[in-house]
Nanobody, 125 residues
Framework: QVQLVESGGGLVQAGGSLRLSCAASGRTFIAYNMGWFRQAPGKEREFVGAIPCSVCNTYYADSVKGRFTISRDNAKNTVYLQMNSLKPEDTAVYYC??????????????????WGQGTQVTVSS
């Protein structure tokens, strides 16, 4: 069992930055592939980025590539999402998720076993 708690959301002006954190419980954090997703009002949940545990390469949605950076600190059981050059279209509830194994592409939400409660990010124009 893994419990995930996001923090760091808030209101920011366009062009600003925020850093989201996701703290995980349990001693097996290092064994999990971690992802970030977001859901805007009236829209489906979408993939933002992922940092698998095995080689810790990072993967991003095209919409955030070059602006967002994912990192993880296995000693602190925490994954981060650094968001720069924020745009109003980045407004959404952001969720972190953990997948023990990837059965498909890293951006497939259905393979993530555990989800946080989400944190609101609002970008004003």
């Amino acid at each position: 069992q893994v419990q995930l708690v996001e923090s760091g959301g808030g209101l920011v002006q366009a062009g600003g930055s925020l850093r989201l954190s996701c703290a995980a419980s349990g001693r097996t954090f290092i064994a999990y592939n971690m992802g970030w997703f977001r859901q805007a009002p009236g829209k489906e949940r979408e993939f933002v980025g992922a940092i698998p545990c095995s080689v810790c390469n990072t993967y991003y949605a095209d919409s955030v590539k070059g602006r967002f950076t994912i990192s993880r600190d296995n000693a602190k059981n925490t994954v981060y999402l650094q968001m720069n050059s924020l745009k109003p279209e980045d407004t959404a509830v952001y969720y972190c998720a953990a997948a023990r194994f990837y059965t498909g592409s890293y951006n497939y939400a259905g393979q993530y076993n555990y989800w946080g409660q989400g944190t609101q990010v609002t970008v004003s124009s």
